[in-house]
């Protein structure tokens, strides 16, 4: 047991310092690391420093995207996330699927500063008991192909965001979001439907 603490400890540290080393160093040793640690992940991800990953054995990423500073993806022993290929996270983007959860995000997606995309959520039916201790709500949520998500977004459990949809800055997406459609408000609703161009 305190042979596995001070694994554990050394390993927390080791993150920390390979996660904080600034420049193209740190974009190297950020993909070489976790390029092993990851249940799977191909070539040219670009991770900024600040990056906190728990549970990367049941993280799945595809080559070619962008995860800015301080971005942190949270599964555990039981959940999952799977990211495409090319996508873009901006600064302080939370992905997180601890518990039960699942998270699923297509290729080509952007997302902007401060999303935060959570697929597990407290419940509170007793009100003779304290919330905290009630446990939590597992659930998954699907972001498929090309989607936008602005800054400031929020995406609660059970929700899929269709192909090419567009969420507005600051939404609060609580149901599901139909393709090439744009949506906004809290909680999020229908703005405008995309005009589908053929090139």
Not at 120 to 133: A, D, L, M, Q, R
Not at 181 to 186: F, L, Y
Request: aromatic fraction near 10%; hydrophobic fraction near 40%; glycine fraction near 10%.
């Amino acid at each position: 047991m305190y042979i596995r603490s001070i694994i554990r400890e050394f390993k927390d540290w080791l993150e920390f310092i390979i996660g904080n080393i600034p420049g193209k160093t740190g974009f190297l040793f950020r993909d070489i690391y976790y390029k092993k640690r990851l249940h799977k992940s191909f070539k040219n991800n670009r991770f900024e420093s600040g990056l906190r990953i728990e549970f990367p054995r049941n993280i799945e990423l595809g080559s070619g995207s962008y995860f800015g500073f301080n971005c942190k993806l949270y599964a555990s022993e039981l959940s999952s996330i799977k990211i495409g290929f090319n996508a873009s996270f901006n600064s302080n983007v939370m992905i997180n699927a601890r518990g039960k959860g699942k998270i699923s995000i297509g290729n080509n997606v952007l997302i902007g500063p401060n999303v935060v995309i959570r697929s597990s959520n407290h419940s509170f039916k007793s009100t003779n008991k304290p919330i905290i201790e009630q446990g939590m709500k597992d659930g998954q949520i699907i972001v498929h192909d090309d989607v936008w998500i602005g800054s400031n977004v929020v995406i609660l459990p059970n929700c899929e965001i269709g192909k090419g949809s567009i969420i507005a800055a600051g939404a609060v997406v609580t149901s599901n979001v139909d393709s090439y459609t744009v949506v906004g408000g809290v909680p999020a609703k229908l703005i405008k439907k995309r005009e589908q161009i053929k090139n």
